[in-house]
Nanobody, 127 residues
Framework: QVQLVESGGGSVQAGGSLRLSCEVSGYIYSANCMGWFRQAPGKEREGVASIYSRAPATYYADSAKGRFTVSRDNYKTLYLQMSGLAPEDTATYYC?????????????????????WGQGTQVTVSS
């Protein structure tokens, strides 16, 4: 089990950039798969990007491809670099971790791969 704390959210104008961070503590080496999800008001949670640390391999939702980059600093910090932000990116962004040893499950956006979740950080993009 790990503990996750997100930071880096804020308010930006359309076209701007933000970098989200997620600090990992606890049994960090169990977090083979780490991902970012988001949830906008009135909408379901959706996957954004994830990374499998053992390969490494990265996975992106269609909404994130070409604009967002997920990375990890060893096992301690997960990042999401976001550029070209648009108002539809406005949401609470959550960091998640899971122990799976199957890389492809990191791209399962149902969220079932992930056992630990952070509290979220708000991203607001104005037009």
């Amino acid at each position: 089990q790990v503990q996750l704390v997100e930071s880096g959210g804020g308010s930006v104008q359309a076209g701007g950039s933000l970098r989200l961070s997620c600090e990992v503590s606890g049994y960090i080496y169990s977090a083979n798969c780490m991902g970012w999800f988001r949830q906008a008001p009135g909408k379901e949670r959706e996957g954004v990007a994830s990374i499998y640390s053992r390969a490494p391999a990265t996975y992106y939702a269609d909404s994130a491809k070409g604009r967002f980059t997920v990375s990890r600093d060893n096992y301690k910090t997960l990042y999401l670099q976001m550029s070209g932000l648009a108002p539809e990116d406005t949401a609470t962004y959550y960091c998640a971790a899971g122990p799976t040893t199957q890389s492809w499950l990191c791209g399962d956006w149902s969220g079932s791969t992930y056992s630990d979740w952070g509290q979220g950080t708000q991203v607001t993009v104005s037009s």
